[in-house]
């Protein structure tokens, strides 16, 4: 009996270690199989950590036009600010032009172009005009029959809501008294509606006196006499 049991030990021992072994062995490659399979999905998860969002694609695609759309603002800017200072010269007040006719008024023209001027300038409400060659200490009767001086002149003027058809001058009589002082005498004739819109046919006789000043003829004195209408 216990030369079979010796002998069955024998047998056994032997292929229990081999067994055994194997069971090691198998159990080491086992463990390793995880980590060899994680190892792509870390790689996988690397790789694709790397590649670009559609967001940062859009935002790189989106910088060139960004940045030639910058040197295009840069490069219209000279014909904004020119755009803005043409706004800005053609937006000056009308108070600066009619300044400046007012110091040319009468230039260069002598005593009976300036009356011409004169009743024109009446027909197309230039007060302005007219302004120019009042001379400041001007002194005169209007056809209301009021004394005025220069403002009150002038007032009366810019008072005026008639539409003219025509205004002119008839009879002109120029009376020069030396070198710088010309009396002027005659009709004017004007036609038009007045604010109401009904028709008129006015006719007046006048006598102005004029002073050469400062290389401008001005007129210092005027009297008006309505004789029509």
């Known amino acids: 009996m216990v030369a079979q049991l010796n002998y069955l030990m024998k047998i056994l021992v032997p292929f229990l270690v081999i067994a055994f072994g194997a069971g090691i062995t198998f159990a080491q490659e086992e463990s390793a199989s995880p980590a060899e399979s994680a190892a792509p999905t870390t790689e996988e998860k690397a ?69 011409n001027a004169w009743e024109a300038a009446i027909a197309k409400h230039d007060f302005a005009f007219v302004e120019g060659m009042v001379a400041p200490d001007f002194t005169g009767v209007t056809s209301r029959n009021k004394f005025a001086n220069r403002s009150q002149m002038l007032s009366e003027l810019k008072g005026d809501k008639d539409t003219y058809k025509s205004a002119k001058n008839e009879k002109l009589n120029v009376k020069m008294y030396g070198n710088n002082i010309a009396v002027v005498t005659g009709r004017a004739r004007e036609t038009g509606n007045d604010k109401s819109g009904k028709k008129f046919d006015r006719a007046y006789l006048f006598t102005d006196t004029w002073m050469m000043r400062s290389g401008k003829w001005q007129c210092i004195a005027s009297q008006a006499t309505k004789i029509k209408g």
């Open 47 to 115: 790789s694709a950590t790397v590649e670009e969002t559609p967001a940062a694609k859009e935002a790189k695609a989106a910088a060139p036009a960004a940045e030639k759309n910058a040197e295009a603002t840069k490069a219209a800017s000279p014909a904004t600010a020119q755009k803005k200072e043409a706004v800005e010269s053609s937006a000056k007040p009308a108070t600066a032009a009619a300044a400046s006719t007012s110091k040319t008024a009468g230039k260069n023209m002598n005593p009976r172009d300036a009356e």
